[in-house]
C-alpha cells in the first residue's frame, strides 16, 4: 500500500521536473529580457520631489510637484480602476504622506513611488474619466524643475479611446533576472522569499509604518538564516523598496526552478482591532472562509495599486501534465503549510484559524509549492508592536527556517531517489 502511493507519487514528481524544466525554458525567456538589472543610484543622488499640491480651479484639476532639477515625464491612462499615470525616472520623494490623500474634482487621490530601480511613477486615481490636457517639466531659477500636470473631464469614449492608443507602451515592469538558472554544480533546493508589496505600493499603513517595509526586514532576515545553514540557494522577488508585479513574482520564482516559495505579509483589519496572529495560507480556487476570500482580494489588488492593467493569465500550456503537476505542488504546498503552522505555533502567537486557503494570485505557479504567510495584523496595536520587535522577529524567522528544514528532510529527497532506481 506504502509502496503503491510512493510510486505513484514518484511519477507525478518525475512529470513536474519535467514540466517545470520545460516552463522554465519558456519563462526565463521572458523574464531575463528586461534588463533592469539593478543599476539604482543610491537615493542620495537622485533628484528630490519635495512638494505635491492637488488644486481645482474651474474645469482644470491641476497637480504639481516641486523638484530639484526638471525630469523628463510620460503620461499615460488606465482603465478599470480608472487611473492617470505618469511615469518618471528615479526620484527621491520627500513629500509629506498626508498631501497624496487630498482629493480634487474628479481626482479621488494620489500616491507616488518607485516602480522599478531606475523609474518612479505617479498614479492619480479618477473618480469620473478625465484625460490630460497640459503636461509639461517647467524650468525654475536656481536649476529646479516642476512638473505641472493639468487634467480636465472626458466622456467615457474619449477616455476609452486614449486608453486603446496608449495600450502597446504599456509593458509590466521589468523584473531583474533571477540567478542563473539552476547552476548545475549547486544541487541544493532553491528557496524564493517573496516580501509582499513594495515602491509605489506600501501595502497597509497603520501608523506610519508600511507593510513593505516590515515584510521586507523579516525577508532579508529569512535570507540570511537560510543561507547560513549552508543548506539552500535563496532567492528575492524583491530587495529593496521596489514595485514587483503579482506576475512577476510567480515568474522569477518559475524560471529559476524553486523548489519552494514563500510570500511574506501583515495585513491589517480596519474594524477589527482586536483580531491577531499569524496565519498561513495556501492557494486554491475556492476560499477556506469569507474573510479569507476578501484578504486574497485584497492582496490581488496590488498590480492595480502599482498602475497595471490586470493581465490575463497564460496558462493551461501542458493539459494533463499541468494538471498532474498543480495537483501534486498543492499537496505539496499543503503539507509546508502544516510544517509552518507546527513551527510557527510554537514560538509566536497565531490567528485562532491558522491554516486557510483562498485565491491569492500570487500562489499561482503550478509547478512550485507555494504558500503565503500573514505575520500579524498591523491593525492590531500589539501585534504592531510585536512585528516591530527585534525579539519577536529572531523567533518567527527561526520557526519558518525550522519549518524550512523540516519539509524538505521528510517530504522530499530520500523516497523519490530509492523507488526511482529500483524502476
Ligand atoms: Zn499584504
Excluded at 528586461?34 to 512638494?51: K, M, N, Q
Excluded at 507602451?169 to 548545475?184: C, D, F, I, K, L
Excluded at 486557510?356 to 503565503?372: E, I, Q, T, Y
Amino acid at each position: 500500500m506504502h509502496r503503491l502511493r510512493s510510486a505513484s507519487t514518484d511519477r507525478i514528481k518525475l512529470a513536474r521536473r519535467w514540466t517545470q524544466r520545460l516552463l522554465a525554458g519558456a519563462f526565463l525567456a521572458l523574464a531575463c529580457c528586461g534588463g533592469a538589472a539593478a543599476t539604482s543610484r543610491p537615493a542620495s543622488e537622485l533628484p528630490v520631489a519635495t512638494d505635491a499640491r492637488l488644486e481645482q480651479a474651474g474645469e482644470v484639476v491641476r497637480l504639481t510637484l516641486a523638484l530639484s532639477q526638471p525630469v523628463p515625464i510620460e503620461t499615460s491612462v488606465i482603465a478599470g480602476p480608472d487611473r492617470i499615470v505618469i511615469d518618471l525616472p528615479s526620484v527621491n520623494f520627500q513629500v509629506q504622506p498626508a498631501a497624496s490623500r487630498k482629493s480634487a474634482g474628479f481626482v479621488s487621490a494620489f500616491r507616488f513611488g518607485l516602480f522599478t530601480a531606475d523609474r518612479a511613477r505617479i498614479i492619480i486615481d479618477l473618480s469620473n474619466p478625465a484625460l490630460v490636457t497640459k503636461a509639461e517639466m517647467r524650468q525654475r531659477r536656481g536649476g529646479f524643475g516642476e512638473l505641472v500636470v493639468e487634467m480636465t473631464r472626458a466622456s467615457r469614449g474619449e477616455f476609452q479611446a486614449a486608453v486603446a492608443r496608449g495600450r502597446p507602451q504599456q509593458a509590466e515592469p521589468a523584473v531583474a533576472p533571477p540567478a542563473p538558472a539552476a547552476a548545475p554544480a549547486d544541487s541544493r533546493q532553491l528557496v524564493v522569499i517573496d516580501p509582499g508589496h513594495g515602491g509605489i505600493d506600501p501595502g497597509a499603513v497603520v501608523a506610519a509604518i508600511a507593510e513593505k517595509a516590515v515584510v521586507l526586514s523579516f525577508g532579508q532576515r529569512l535570507k540570511e538564516t537560510l543561507e547560513a545553514s549552508g543548506r539552500y540557494r535563496v532567492l528575492m522577488t524583491r530587495d529593496d523598496d521596489r514595485f514587483v508585479s503579482l506576475g512577476d513574482r510567480v515568474k522569477v520564482a518559475r524560471a529559476a526552478g524553486a523548489d519552494l516559495f514563500v510570500s511574506i505579509h501583515a495585513d491589517s483589519l480596519t474594524q477589527a482591532q482586536e483580531v491577531r496572529g499569524a496565519t498561513v495560507y495556501t492557494g486554491s480556487e475556492r476560499a477556506t472562509d469569507a474573510e479569507s476570500a476578501r484578504l486574497a482580494a485584497k492582496e490581488n489588488q496590488a498590480d492595480a495599486v502599482g498602475g497595471l492593467e490586470m493581465a490575463e493569465e497564460v496558462q493551461d500550456v501542458a493539459g494533463i501534465l499541468m494538471d498532474l503537476a498543480k495537483r501534486e505542488t498543492r499537496t505539496f504546498s499543503s503539507v509546508f503549510a502544516r510544517n509552518l503552522v507546527e513551527k510557527l505555533g510554537a514560538s509566536v502567537k497565531m490567528h485562532k484559524v491558522p491554516l486557510r486557503s483562498a485565491g491569492f494570485k500570487v500562489l499561482g505557479a503550478p509547478d512550485v509549492p507555494s504558500v503565503l504567510i500573514e505575520l500579524g495584523y498591523m491593525s492590531s496595536p500589539k501585534d504592531a508592536e510585536l512585528l516591530n520587535s527585534e525579539a519577536w522577529r529572531r523567533q518567527a524567522v527561526g520557526a519558518v527556517s525550522a519549518a524550512i528544514d523540516d519539509y524538505f528532510l521528510r517530504e522530499r529527497a530520500p523516497a523519490g531517489k530509492a523507488v526511482l532506481n529500483r524502476r
